[in-house]
């Protein structure tokens, strides 16, 4: 890693990121890439292999988990890529996922609000890089009360389909029972993977493993 810190940052809110690549560079980051949707995180991530990676959230083009769905990809793929969610809300299901990722160190999940010093800011920065993992109080909070439920952070639909293929049901087939677009099933299944924790570098069969989940978690 380089003396300066390189970082490929995304934040969908145009003024909100134009501040943070100030902030950043004034702390003597070098912001190679600011971006305002996951799959152009994503990309930014693969042209420039940046240290680190601050993402938002809710970003385009789905607007509401895209952005931390991107980062626990990004880390599957790289396990050392540092990488700090900073966003409004705690998504229990993607962000115990991200804090599973790699070896669990180099990550950082920070509240928007709460973010009271501009320095300590930069600080946990340099601490996830470091290798250090950086947490909310608030999330720690919201992740140590998860539900013993595994299916707890699945939507109606994504139970429904999920039983659909505890049935050995295709994905055409659902599609045709519930009246939906087969690439809408496509999306619901991609949710229901990442929500049970079954990342794309699993080398079994995550649809056999989410039923086996569905499974020991229905009577």
């Not at 809110?13 to 912001?31: A, N, P, S």
């Not at 799959?39 to 607007?63: F, S, W």
């Not at 890529?81 to 669990?104: I, N, R």
Request: charged share 25%; with cysteine.
């Amino acid at each position: 890693m380089s003396s300066v810190t390189r970082v490929v940052l995304a934040e969908d809110e145009v003024l909100l990121r134009e501040g943070l690549v100030g902030l950043l560079t004034r702390f003597g980051f070098e912001v190679c890439a600011a971006v305002g949707s996951a799959p152009e995180l994503v990309d930014a991530v693969g042209a420039h292999r940046p240290d680190l990676v601050v993402t938002d959230i809710r970003m385009p083009p789905g607007r509401h988990d895209d952005g931390l769905r991107a980062a626990v990809a990004l880390r599957a793929e790289w396990p050392e890529l540092a990488v700090v969610v900073l966003s409004q809300y705690v998504q229990t299901a993607y962000a115990s996922a991200l804090l599973d990722s790699g070896d669990g160190r180099r990550v950082g999940y920070l509240l928007k609000d709460r973010v009271a010093e501009v320095a300590e800011f930069v600080d946990h920065l340099r601490t996830v890089v470091g290798g250090g993992t950086v947490i909310d109080p608030d999330v720690v909070r919201r992740l140590l009360h998860r539900p013993g439920d595994p299916l707890a952070a699945l939507s109606p639909r994504e139970r429904e389909v999920l039983t659909l293929i505890a049935e050995g049901r295709s994905n055409a087939s659902i599609a045709g029972r519930l009246h939906v677009t087969e690439a809408a099933v496509g999306k619901h299944v991609g949710n229901i993977l990442t929500k049970l924790g079954l990342l794309p570098s699993d080398d079994t069969n995550r649809r056999v493993l989410a039923v086996l989940t569905y499974l020991r978690a229905t009577p």
